[in-house]
């Protein structure tokens, strides 16, 4: 029986006899037979997996796709703070800044906390427990009534990561385009199997989670209609925890749409993670970042907002079609700067 964490596998005597002599002449580079599949495989990868395009999934009047402009969601989640006059003002910011849709958290507080969390001490400007503070962070139907009207009002989508099986239910009243997985949520069986069944699509947030659990969820979801955004769940970010190339990675490994969902101080990373494909980008969005809020410091104020609609705007004109070319532009310039003795 193999040990944890581990298969077996029959090979034929001719490649183990080559993977040994391999470790064997490495100089001790290759510490075994083990270290060295792992090398090769992930050489494989690199080399020999293909970016992957598929088909775009339809949200809402939006197609979200690689060969599609790119996708903006405002996440407001809880930012804010309870009050509805003020989600309305994120809802006019997301607006005004030219992003395409808004996110909010819903959540059955007694359901997602157990009653020893929601009784722990924690100072709030809503009480002197943690749960005072999450049931003064939630909206009920009476908010998101008017969270519905104001959206549609103001002519831009708005969705919801539901955090439990309850929540589905609440938010199909509204009729929302699209469920959004929160990463917290990625391994919640039965939350996957209540959104599979809502027939929407689904937006996958995959911070702190493995290819595995990965993998996992997407045995229940399918890759169609699932757009799949990398993410790495610390707020903020590090910089050396961004870790964008993953972006890359899925593009080779998932048959359905990758984007990022970033959590860092400031604009750049989620530039480049635009330029290494991401075809969606999630910020959360806040009216000052001084605000009161856990998710405050990691979000994005009105100047970045608006740099990031502008970038993601001419980024297809900045990457071009791939194909080297001499452009007519240049062709003055060769007469110019060109000598007799070329090649």
């Known amino acids: 029986m193999p040990k944890q964490g581990y298969m077996s596998?029959?090979?034929?005597?001719?490649?183990n006899e080559k993977i040994s002599s391999y470790v064997n002449e490495s100089s001790g580079l290759i510490l075994n037979k083990t270290q060295a599949v792992i090398q090769a495989w992930n050489f494989?990868?690199?080399?020999?997996?293909?970016?992957?395009?598929?088909?775009?999934?339809?949200?809402?009047?939006r197609l979200i796709g690689h060969k599609q402009p790119v996708f903006l969601i405002a996440e407001i989640g809880i930012n804010h703070n309870g009050d509805i006059?003020?989600?309305?003002?994120?809802?006019?910011?997301?607006?005004?800044?030219?992003?395409?849709?808004?996110?909010?958290?819903?959540?059955?507080v007694d359901v997602v906390y157990s009653k020893e969390d929601l009784e722990r001490a924690r100072e709030s400007p809503f009480g002197t427990t943690n749960g005072d503070l999450k049931r003064a962070l939630e909206f009920g139907e009476r908010e998101y009534k008017e969270i519905d009207e104001y959206?549609?009002?103001?002519?831009?989508?708005?969705?919801?990561?539901?955090?439990?099986?309850?929540?589905?239910?609440?938010?199909?009243?509204?009729?929302v385009p699209c469920y959004k997985?929160?990463?917290?949520?990625?391994?919640?069986?039965?939350?996957?199997?209540?959104?599979?069944?809502?027939?929407?699509?689904?937006?996958?947030?995959?911070?702190?989670?493995?290819?595995?659990?990965?993998?996992?969820?997407?045995?229940?979801?399918g890759e169609e209609n699932l757009v799949?955004?990398?993410?790495?769940?610390?707020?903020p970010t590090k910089l050396e925890e961004l870790n964008l190339n993953v972006i890359k990675t899925f593009r080779k490994y998932f048959n359905c749409p990758i984007?990022?969902?970033?959590?860092?101080?400031?604009?750049?990373?989620?530039?480049?993670?635009?330029?290494?494909?991401?075809?969606?980008?999630?910020?959360?969005?806040?009216?000052?970042?001084?605000?009161?809020?856990?998710?405050?410091a990691a979000s994005l104020e009105k100047k970045g907002m608006e740099y990031i609609t502008r970038e993601a705007e001419f980024l297809s004109l900045y990457l071009g079609d791939g194909n080297k070319k001499i452009f007519e532009s240049e062709k003055p310039i060769i007469k110019k700067l060109r000598r007799v003795d070329n090649l």
């Not at 699509?201 to 979801?221: C, D, F, H, N």
């Not at 604009?267 to 494909?277: C, N, R, T």
């Open 9 to 15: 596998l029959t090979i034929p005597e001719e490649l």
């Open 228 to 235: 799949i955004l990398h993410c790495t769940s610390t707020y």
């Open 85 to 108: 006059n003020i989600a309305k003002k994120l809802i006019d910011l997301a607006v005004n800044c030219g992003w395409h849709a808004v996110k909010f958290q819903k959540r059955n």
């Open 151 to 175: 959206c549609k009002e103001k002519g831009i989508m708005w969705f919801a990561s539901p955090w439990d099986v309850g929540s589905v239910d609440f938010l199909e009243k509204f009729d």
């Open 44 to 61: 494989y990868e690199k080399i020999f997996l293909d970016i992957k395009n598929p088909e775009p999934v339809k949200i809402g009047n």
């Open 181 to 221: 997985i929160a990463s917290a949520t990625l391994t919640n069986k039965s939350l996957l199997n209540k959104i599979k069944e809502t027939g929407k699509p689904v937006i996958l947030s995959t911070g702190m989670s493995s290819m595995e659990e990965i993998k996992k969820a997407l045995s229940i979801l």
């Open 259 to 296: 984007g990022y969902s970033g959590h860092e101080t400031g604009i750049m990373p989620s530039v480049v993670a635009l330029a290494l494909g991401a075809c969606v980008v999630e910020r959360h969005i806040t009216l000052d970042r001084s605000m009161y809020g856990s998710d405050q």
